[in-house]
T-cell receptor, first 113, second 117 residues
Framework: GNSVTQMEGPVTLSEEAFLTINCTYT??????LFWYVQYPGEGLQLLLK?????DKGSNKGFEATYRKETTSFHLEKGSVQVSDSAVYFC????????????FGSGTRLQVQP | DGGITQSPKYLFRKEGQNVTLSCEQN?????MYWYRQDPGQGLRLIYY???????QKGDIAEGYSVSREKKESFPLTVTSAQKNPTAFYLC????????????????FGPGTRLTVL
């Protein structure tokens, strides 16, 4: 089956610090990989995605590279802001069957001024 | 303005009651999904539908029911058989077989928070 493992939070950083949130996965078939962000009391927003090996997804200064050899999709940002404080979810889907997302447990990021 | 709407934003249920959560999308998406989120956890799939008048159980379907009579709508009923229904419920939708995107990207509504009194 499919599974996603994320580093546990909370992750607490000072403004302008470098961010890494680790994500590894197991999947049958050829997964597409996603990062979603959730602000308090809201639904999930798509942050970035990658559909094949070595693809790099990027958005709003965040990046993640699909590494098939290490089955990883780590999220990075060079300089975080207070407004980046949220919960980040790594997820995958495959192109067969039910096509639903399999999620990691989420990582809470707290950025202090 | 295209998107996914969920209502109500907050819902309170008494023991033994059935309640229905609404999910509507005007994105012309084929597939719709219901997920449940518990504090500090990821999302778990309740039900999904890839075509009108058809739906399938997800990983935690017990105590829930759905219908898909229209492409735009996928309501979720939380029945009295669901023993621990207090949670945040999220609806999502996607195109199927989105070749130009390379994958079927799911987009989420704002969620409904259900509390059992």
């Amino acid at each position: 089956g499919n599974s996603v493992t994320q580093m546990e939070g909370p992750v607490t950083l000072s403004e302008e610090a470098f961010l890494t949130i680790n994500c590894t996965y197991t999947a049958t078939g050829y997964p597409s990989l996603f990062w979603y962000v959730q602000y308090p009391g809201e639904g999930l927003q798509l942050l970035l995605k990658a559909t094949k090996a070595d693809d790099k997804g990027s958005n709003k200064g965040f990046e993640a590279t699909y590494r098939k050899e290490t089955t990883s999709f780590h999220l990075e940002k060079g300089s975080v802001q207070v407004s980046d404080s949220a919960v980040y979810f790594c997820a995958l889907t495959t192109d067969t069957g039910r096509r639903a997302l399999t999620f990691g447990s989420g990582t809470r990021l707290q950025v202090q001024p | 303005d295209g998107g996914i709407t969920q209502s109500p934003k907050y819902l309170f249920r008494k023991e033994g009651q059935n309640v229905t959560l609404s999910c509507e999308q005007n994105l012309n998406h084929d597939a719709m999904y219901w997920y449940r989120q518990d504090p500090g956890q990821g999302l778990r799939l309740i039900y999904y539908s890839q075509i009108v008048n058809d739906f399938q159980k997800g990983d935690i379907a017990e105590g829930y029911s759905v219908s898909r009579e229209k492409k735009e709508s996928f309501p979720l009923t939380v029945t009295s058989a669901q023993k621990n229904p207090t949670a945040f419920y999220l609806c999502a939708s996607s195109i199927l077989f989105a070749r130009l995107e390379g994958t079927d990207t799911q987009y989420f509504g704002p969620g409904t928070r259900l509390t059992v009194l």
